[in-house]
């Protein structure tokens, strides 16, 4: 008997027919269009593996979702504004004249098998969508990240949130519920404020004197037409110079403007993408599973007459209607004939600043510092205690905007007075943004003071020594390379010089620019330099 083992000869296995069609096709198409150049190409794109940089992700997931969930929702409501009398399941409403909007809303709710939970993944979605994008814009802003060659990106950031809003509150008001009617009266009566042409643009959206006959039907156009495509078409644009400009990263040994630390899209990226988005799925699902958002049945068809007490809007709308709530009354006057109210055109003027602002400050800070370099590498907000400062600022004042749309439930809840709680609201959104800056800019040059003396001695230990000499001294534990790096690799920057110009005159706008870029840099706290690490080790 012998134990020798015989080779196996392989055995080739003939491709399936599904398998031949596949390559076929996928050859057809590559031959055409060169998807394969491009697949390796986006293949190769590292991502950075910091935590901060999922909240772009879960705002793109969720706008899937919002997708998913609005393409269900679309085949069973009718966007009329026709009156029927309500003769469905839900017993409290039989009888009661409503529109057919209204109506297909409570058969969607009641009716449909899933529908309610879709409606609620569909609102929940919308408000993970909004916050993760305010977040992300937060995130980019602290860090730094809409620096050159970022503005653009920064500019389409932010138009986004602007669409995610407008998107957001005309799904609000399609049902036509009196929740949604009351909040598109105090539209309608924000718009008719602006002299001269508000009467008319109101006639011309709302289709007649309000709430018209046509605002619905032309709010649907716009929810599921116009408003998606555009976002879509900013996404996409989005994406595309994130993948030309790159990442931002945090700085650390190898990471440089060259080299990105993280992972390929291809193939990690791509999985752990994928298992995240379906843990985003199943977060907004359970959300809507077990609790409820907009109950239209509790509030009724919508009705010029009634106004409900404590009514709130979305929380991302709220600081436009806190604004509205902040500005003193009285300040209305009369022009030729016509009303000029001051307590809705003050609100409408200062958001539009504040917008503007947001907007564009990429522009403005490049303008202020004259930093025309590309940068790669993102900040740590202490590092720049000025644009830190006026971030704290920022968020202060829309706190206070966004707080001030739930002034009668503050009142009514913990048992204040109105004028009481609206006074508080006034101070934290006038003054809180300038203590805000303050408080910010102070702690974050003390961050600064207390990295500079660790990279300098270290961490205390608390173990005290005694020195052949009879002095006592506590050891301190030295950084390894990584953590030194982290403090030590932030640049210095300098407030612009005056120079006169081409024909030897130094211009107000120079020196205007001059006084900004010595505000924005003053107080500064210079990084450790290699020789003070040298000479601290010897």
Avoid at 82 to 88: I, K, R, S
Avoid at 182 to 190: A, E, F, Q, S
Avoid at 228 to 253: R, Y
């Amino acid at each position: 008997m012998s134990t020798a083992t015989e080779p196996v000869t392989p055995v080739a296995v003939a491709p399936s027919r599904g398998m031949r069609l596949t390559g076929w096709a996928a050859n057809y198409i590559d031959e055409r269009t060169s998807a394969s150049t491009a697949v390796k190409a986006l293949g190769r794109k590292i991502f950075p593996d910091h935590w901060s940089f999922m909240l772009g992700e879960v705002a793109l997931y969720s706008f899937v979702v919002i997708l998913l969930s609005g393409t269900f929702l679309t085949f069973f409501f009718d966007p009329s504004m026709t009156e029927v009398e309500y003769e469905g399941s839900y017993v409290p409403l039989q009888g009661i004249p409503m529109s057919v909007a209204y109506q297909s809303s409570l058969d969607i709710s009641f009716e449909v098998r899933g529908g309610l939970l879709m409606r609620q993944v569909h609102h929940w979605a919308a408000l993970l969508f909004l916050a993760a994008i305010g977040l992300h814009m937060m995130r980019v802003f602290f860090t730094g990240a809409f620096r050159k060659p970022r503005e653009l990106n920064w500019v389409i950031g932010f138009l986004l949130f602007v669409l995610a809003m407008a998107l957001g509150f005309t799904g609000y008001s399609l049902p036509d519920d009196l929740l949604s009617g009351n909040g598109l009266r105090i539209i309608d009566g924000m718009i008719k404020a602006v002299p001269l042409a508000g009467a008319w643009i109101s006639y011309l959206l709302f289709g007649n004197e309000f709430p018209g006959t046509d605002i619905i039907p032309r709010l649907y156009v716009l929810h599921i037409l116009l408003l998606p495509a555009i976002l879509v078409a900013l996404i996409g644009a989005h994406m595309v110079l994130l993948i030309v400009n790159k990442h931002t990263q945090f700085a650390g040994p190898g990471n440089t403007n060259d080299n990105v630390v993280g992972a390929p899209v291809m193939p990690v990226f791509a999985a752990k993408a994928g298992g995240f988005f379906f843990l985003v799925f199943g977060v907004i699902v359970l959300i809507a599973s077990l609790f409820t958002i907009n109950p239209i049945w509790n509030y009724g068809p919508y009705d010029p007459s009634p106004v409900s007490a404590g009514t709130q809007p979305d929380w991302y709308i709220g600081f436009a209607d806190g604004a509205l709530r902040l500005i003193p009354p009285g300040l209305e006057i009369v022009v030729f004939g016509y009303t000029v109210s001051f307590n809705v055109l003050i609100p409408l003027v200062g958001l539009l600043v504040f917008l503007a602002a947001a907007a564009l400050y990429p522009f403005l800070e490049a303008w202020v510092t004259g930093d025309k370099r590309e940068h790669h590498i993102a900040e740590r907000p202490r590092n720049n205690p000025t644009r830190t400062a006026i971030g704290a600022a920022g968020v202060t004042f829309y706190s206070g905007l966004w707080a001030a749309a739930s002034s009668d439930l503050i009142a009514t809840h913990f048992r204040l007075s109105i004028e009481g709680v609206i006074g508080a609201l006034q101070f934290v959104t006038v003054a809180g943004p300038f203590i805000a800056y303050f408080i910010t800019k102070r702690v974050c040059l003390a961050l600064m003071r207390r990295d500079r003396e660790i990279a300098l001695h270290g961490y205390e230990s608390g173990r005290i020594v005694r020195l052949p000499g009879g002095e006592y001294i506590e050891v301190h534990e030295q950084l390894d390379d990584y953590e030194r790096w982290k403090l030590v690799s932030f640049e210095e920057y300098q407030p612009i010089m005056i120079r006169p110009d081409s024909r030897g005159r130094i211009t107000a706008r120079q020196r205007m620019r001059a006084r900004l870029s010595r505000w924005f840099f003053e107080d500064r706290i210079s990084p450790v330099t290699q020789r003070e690490l040298e000479s601290q080790r010897h």
